[in-house]
């Protein structure tokens, strides 16, 4: 049966992990993998995840099943915090889903369901499993210039000219912060002219959200996203938990659906079911039941609050510490004009094999790094690095 498959092509973020995992070097540096890291190097549980751990140890009954919607409850905490207002104002779906990758894909899933030769439209570069989960559907991808690696700055004309491109009712994925891999967002002005062109053009936005709170704020990281979703008629958003509240291994996500009226509302809901049902029947409990208990919990959401900003503080100082640095050719001052874990530098592969080689740092071919990967103590020796493979090459 299975004779004909033929392997896969290596990913490089995962060849990357094992490539660190392997060496033996007491120095090396790990830039590739996507998790925050503290000052110690390590990917913490927070504090507030452990208290509520500990309260749903202490109180939770039962770990019958959840139904193929998941934990209502969650979504609707989750939602508010992504949403604010428009979660009531607005007709809303909320479906709780395996991580914000589950979440892409339920999406995925439904926008074929309901219009399978619509386009989906991808910036590059972009998180690269959005690549997989579209076609995977069978979904046809299109794709436009999202950034200037080289300049460091957003192509938001090519932006503009894809969509003036696109057939109605064409799906534009859209990061609402904290761009991976680039760290380049919309302004706010864009955004606003993003929502005139697809009302005009009838488009249907999929906003990804997986890093709110480690750009400016957790109400700042999303005003542009809810100006986008306060003047279309139908959008979807896909929420992810992994990094703001650290909980990678529980894949704690959410998909959310805008609708233009209930009676619409009540058809992507109970397709919803229907494709989650079919995918893993029913969503991981664990994950979503701490999300819900920090939420609900005024003195926990606080604390988790704070925890957050203290992550987003390390971002902005490796930012502005990368930012004021002088490496030769390599302009890093665009850095603390962007936002979240990732940057992308104009390294050539050569470079970037050099960094391995000689200097035991760790990033993937495409020049993105993991800020959150870099301790303190570190900053220095990496700026080294990159003036050593930067001026041999200039030589």
């Known amino acids: 049966m299975f ?83 428009l979660l009531t104002n607005r007709n809303v779906v909320g479906l709780q889903a395996p991580g914000g990758t589950g979440a892409l894909r339920l999406g995925a899933e439904l926008i074929r369901a309901a219009n399978p030769s619509a386009q989906v439209w991808l910036g590059r570069p972009t998180w690269p499993n959005h690549d997989a989960i579209f076609p995977a559907v069978g979904l046809t991808l299109r794709d436009y210039r999202h950034f200037d690696v080289r300049a460091q700055d957003v192509c938001f004309d090519d932006l503009l000219a894809a969509m003036r491109e696109a057939r109605r009712d064409d799906v534009f994925v859209l990061h609402a912060s904290c761009h991976n891999p680039t760290g380049a967002d919309f302004s706010m002005p864009q955004w606003q002219e993003i929502a005139r062109v697809v009302s005009e053009r009838g488009l249907t936005p999929f906003i990804d959200l997986a890093y709110q709170g480690f750009g400016h704020g957790l109400e700042e990281d999303m005003t ?34 805008f609708a233009p009226n209930a009676d619409r509302a009540n058809a992507i809901r109970t397709n919803l079911f229907g494709i989650a049902r079919a995918i893993y029947s029913m969503p991981p409990d664990h994950g979503a039941a701490v999300v819900r208990t920090i939420l609900h919990d005024a003195a926990l959401r606080e604390e988790w609050k704070r925890e957050v900003a203290e992550m987003r ?36 592969p050569a470079q970037i094999a050099r960094l391995k080689g000689e200097h035991a740092i760790y990033m993937v071919p495409s020049g993105r790094l993991n800020l959150a990967g870099l301790l303190a103590a570190d900053l220095d020796d990496f700026g080294q690095s990159l003036r050593d493979v930067m001026t041999d090459a200039a030589a």
Request: overall charge positive; proline content about 5%.
């Open 313 to 348: 503080a390390h971002l902005r100082s490796v930012r502005e510490r990368l930012g004021a640095m002088r490496i030769n050719s390599l302009d890093l001052s665009a850095l603390p004009r962007q936002n979240g874990m990732f940057a992308t530098l104009p390294l050539t």
């Open 224 to 257: 542009g996203a809810r100006h986008l979703l306060s003047n279309v008629p139908e959008a979807l958003v896909s929420v992810s938990c992994s990094k703001n509240f650290g909980l990678y291994r529980e894949r704690t996500g959410a998909l959310y659906v």
């Open 3 to 85: 004779e004909q498959l033929k392997p896969r092509p290596v990913d490089p973020l995962l060849d990357t992990i094992r490539q660190f995992r392997e060496d033996s070097r007491s120095n090396k540096v790990d830039l590739g993998v996507g998790v925050f890291q503290d000052q110690s190097g390590l990917t913490p549980v927070l504090n507030s995840v452990k208290r509520a751990e500990r309260h749903l140890v202490e109180t939770q009954d039962t770990k019958t099943y959840l139904g193929s919607e998941g934990d209502r409850e969650f979504a609707d905490a989750l939602g508010a915090v992504a949403f604010g207002p």
